[in-house]
């Protein structure tokens, strides 16, 4: 299964108005990462968080990250249209050889 | 800096055909993955080359299915032969860090096996 799980599926909201994803993953992780992609596009990174962090910003972005609770959640603020897309959490298991395991996303559409 | 560049964008084959898709890393980046991504199974890691080394390919479905890195600046990855299943969009992606460090995506390769 998914090491990242993303929720909810869909997410449909007007534009200005905020955005929230979660991700929930089940093994230690080193870091978490979320990803855009645009209709018929490849992914695109938007941030990192390492399992030592608590939140980080990006511009309107702000990322969470709860270890104790295995989850992490993304927040757009003041969302425009042009957000519009899918968002994918990733995350990098602890361990040797490890790698990013992608979630199956997150289809969020703004309305103008 | 040019991206990660795929080729072609666009494959329609007839099942039984051979697919070859082609991949170009970004410069200086010495990992490369190659992932499949269909609406049922999501984003899956196919296999991951370091230094042009084949590390995991776990992640090959199956002997039809080989990958290539025959030099720093290009990759394969061929499908002989094709089956209606193997529709998806295949992307190749490239990483300056090794596959804990952020990854960047070609535009992908759409296939469809009719």
């Known amino acids: 299964s998914q090491q990242g799980e993303e929720d909810p599926q869909a997410l449909s909201i007007q534009e200005g108005e905020n955005a929230t994803m979660n991700c929930s993953y089940k093994?230690?992780?080193?870091?978490l990462q979320w990803y855009r992609q645009n209709s018929g596009r490849g992914l695109v990174h938007l941030i990192l968080?390492?399992?030592?962090?608590r939140e980080k910003h990006s511009g309107r972005l702000r990322v969470t990250l709860d270890t104790s609770k295995k989850s992490s959640s993304l927040l757009i603020t003041a969302s425009r249209a042009a957000d519009t897309a899918s968002y994918f959490c990733?995350?990098?298991?602890?361990?040797?050889?490890?790698?990013?395991?992608f979630g199956k996303g997150i289809t969020l559409s703004v309305r103008p | 800096d040019a991206g990660v560049i795929q080729s072609p964008r666009h494959e329609v084959t007839e099942m039984g055909q051979e697919v070859t898709l082609r991949c170009k890393p970004i410069?200086?980046?010495?990992?490369l993955f190659w992932y499949r991504q269909t609406m049922m199974r999501g984003l899956e890691l196919l296999i991951y080359?370091?230094?042009?080394?084949?590390?995991?390919d776990s992640g090959m479905p199956e002997d039809r299915f080989s990958a290539k890195m025959p030099n720093a600046s290009f990759s394969t990855l061929k499908i002989q032969p094709s089956e209606p299943r193997d529709s998806a969009v295949y992307f190749c992606a490239s990483s300056p860090l090794g596959p804990r460090n952020t990854i960047y995506f070609g535009e992908g390769s759409w296939l469809t096996v009719v």
């Open positions: 968080i390492r399992s030592n962090e």
């Open positions: 990733a995350t990098e298991k602890t361990g040797a050889n490890s790698k990013l395991t």
């Open positions: 093994t230690s992780i080193n870091n």
């Open positions: 080359f370091n230094n042009n080394v084949p590390i995991d």
């Open positions: 410069s200086g980046h010495n990992s």
